[in-house]
């Protein structure tokens, strides 16, 4: 995957007052998005309506952090973690994510994410963490490209 050099280091703050909230049906495709979201991912409501949630995945992220996710959620557990997604422009913008079930009569029907912002510390320790996890697993690194 190619990304956009221009913009690939310019980060996106989410701002303190803003939650970004999402609804994903159980395979993980977006049922619902708010305008937040949109707007911080720099996406169009309906462009993310029906999409896999991974749509905002940044190559820095190590395969393993949502791994456990799922886990967490086939499990019936709450996950919560600090994540580093990428916006339609090749941006990026950093949330801590609160993701569980959504149940109707006692029924998983969907999962949701409460997203809120992360401090310049917390990023920069997420930073070395998932480069770490990266280089451990022999995950790739990323790849931009000069226009
Ligand atoms: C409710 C919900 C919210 C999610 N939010 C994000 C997110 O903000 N960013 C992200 O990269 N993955 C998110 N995921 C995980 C993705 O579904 C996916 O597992 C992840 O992006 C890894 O992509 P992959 O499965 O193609 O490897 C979310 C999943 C659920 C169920």
Redesign the pocket.
């Known amino acids: 995957m190619e990304y956009n050099a221009s913009e690939f280091l310019i980060e996106t703050e989410v701002p303190e007052v803003e939650l970004i909230i999402?609804?994903?049906d159980l395979q993980?495709k977006i049922t619902y998005a708010n305008e937040t979201f949109a707007e911080i991912s720099g996406y169009e409501v309906e462009e993310l309506i029906g999409q896999?949630?991974?749509i905002?995945?940044?190559p820095d992220?190590p395969?393993s952090i949502?791994a456990e996710?799922?886990e967490y959620?086939q499990s019936n557990k709450q996950w919560s973690g600090v994540?580093k997604?990428?916006r339609k422009d090749s941006g990026f913008y950093w949330?801590r994510?609160i993701?569980s079930g959504v149940y109707k009569n006692g029924e998983l029907v969907?999962?949701?994410?409460l997203?809120s912002p992360v401090t310049y510390e917390e990023k920069l320790e997420a930073q070395r963490l998932y480069d770490k996890i990266r280089a451990e697993n022999g995950e790739k690194i990323r790849r931009v490209v000069y226009e």
């Open positions: 999402s609804r994903t993980g896999p949630h991974n905002v995945r940044h992220m395969s949502f996710l799922w959620l994540v997604n990428m949330v994510a993701v969907e999962y949701k994410s997203r």
